[in-house]
């Protein structure tokens, strides 16, 4: 089976830059998705396509994708971006995969 | 605006058949580039998808869940059921409905229910 692999967390001082990296078998191949869930939320779809962000979310948040790896990058993160990240990816039998998800921890 | 609902079996005793359903208002389940899906989520873990129905008819399932689970559209009550039989307690979950956009290889959930907690039990 295809698994992708994030890191259970990471931590990051406000102002800083975060980085959550997604991994699976030539993952920079398909796409990759990222999610932001905070607690008792539902998860809300931050980056898409690799690289493109939807409507509403600030600019702060970008993502890139090469060889296995995927990365979710957040600038100048603010405590309100403290939450889950989860990665995901489409793979060819059409079935959707999910990262195990990192929490992200504002210091 | 396109808003989903769950709702169905809030708890369930081990053996049985989990079933719920996702009501849309604001809109309908209609087809094209869309897809509508489930994705699970145990408390403090991460997210499992389920499986997807797009075109009314194609379903693709996890295969993990592929023997026990179906996804269905009925059009004229505007909503999207799972089906789960011989459920365990390792399926105690919240349970999110969610609306697909599919491109080529681009396939993510746009559109997410508040999520309704199923207990096994």
């Known amino acids: 089976s295809y698994d992708l692999t994030q890191p259970p967390s990471v931590s990051v001082f406000p102002g800083q830059t975060a980085s959550i990296t997604c991994s699976g078998d030539?993952?920079?191949?398909?796409?990759a998705f990222w999610y932001q869930q905070r607690p008792g939320q539902s998860p809300v779809v931050v980056i898409y396509?690799?690289?493109r962000r939807p409507s509403g979310i600030p600019e702060r948040f970008s993502g890139s994708s090469s060889g296995n790896t995927a990365t979710l990058t957040i600038s100048g993160t603010q405590a309100l971006d403290e939450a889950d990240y989860h990665c995901?990816?489409?793979?060819?039998?059409?079935?959707?995969?999910f990262g195990g998800g990192t929490k992200l921890t504002v210091l | 605006q396109l808003q989903l609902q769950e709702s169905g079996s809030g708890v369930v005793k081990p053996s049985q058949t989990l079933s719920l359903t996702c009501a849309v208002s604001g809109g309908s389940f209609s087809s094209g580039s869309f897809s509508w899906g489930w994705i699970r989520q145990p408390s403090g873990k991460g997210l499992e998808w389920i499986g997807y129905i797009y075109d009314g008819e194609t379903s693709y399932y996890n295969p993990s869940l592929k023997s026990r689970v179906a996804v269905s559209i009925d059009r004229s009550k505007n909503q999207l059921s799972l089906d789960m039989n011989s459920v365990t307690a390792a399926d105690t979950a919240v349970y999110y409905c969610?609306?697909?956009?599919?491109?080529?290889?681009?396939?993510?959930?746009?559109?997410w229910g508040q999520g309704a907690q199923v207990t096994v039990s």
């Open positions: 396509q690799d690289n």
């Open positions: 995901q990816a489409w793979d060819t039998s059409a079935h959707v995969l």
């Open positions: 969610a609306r697909g956009l599919r491109d080529g290889m681009s396939h993510y959930f746009d559109l």
């Open positions: 030539k993952l920079g191949e398909k796409y």
